[in-house]
Nanobody, 123 residues
Framework: QVQLVESGGGLVQAGGSLRLSCAAS????????MGWFRQAPGKEREFVAA????????YYADSVKGRFTISRDNAGSTLYLEMNSLRPDDTAVYYC????????????????WGQGTQVTVSS
């Protein structure tokens, strides 16, 4: 079972930036597709970004395209989400997730999840 631990969340003003990290406890991190999802209060968990196992392909939700960048360090078993030009509607708990196989945007395809990190964007 993959263990994932997110960090880097916090409180930031609109227009600011944050970088989230997700540390994975497995040597075969490079064989997993990874994703970031978020869940705001009263809303369903939604796709943010995903990256293929070798990092050659990335996918983004329309709402974050051009502002967020997903990347991975397979040697260090770490996933990142660089978030720029943050807006109040980006406020949510952000989760990283892992799955064997291709990267997808469906949270039900991902079998391993972290505990989440809170991102709050003030106006």
């Amino acid at each position: 079972q993959v263990q994932l631990v997110e960090s880097g969340g916090g409180l930031v003003q609109a227009g600011g930036s944050l970088r989230l990290s997700c540390a994975a406890s497995l040597r075969t991190f490079g064989s997993f597709a990874m994703g970031w999802f978020r869940q705001a209060p009263g809303k369903e968990r939604e796709f943010v970004a995903a990256i293929s196992w070798i990092g050659g392909s990335t996918y983004y939700a329309d709402s974050v395209k051009g502002r967020f960048t997903i990347s991975r360090d397979n040697a260090g078993s770490t996933l990142y989400l660089e978030m720029n030009s943050l807006r109040p509607d980006d406020t949510a708990v952000y989760y990283c997730a892992a799955r064997r196989g291709i990267a997808t945007m469906d949270p039900t395809d991902f079998g391993s999840w972290g505990q989440g990190t809170q991102v709050t964007v003030s106006s």
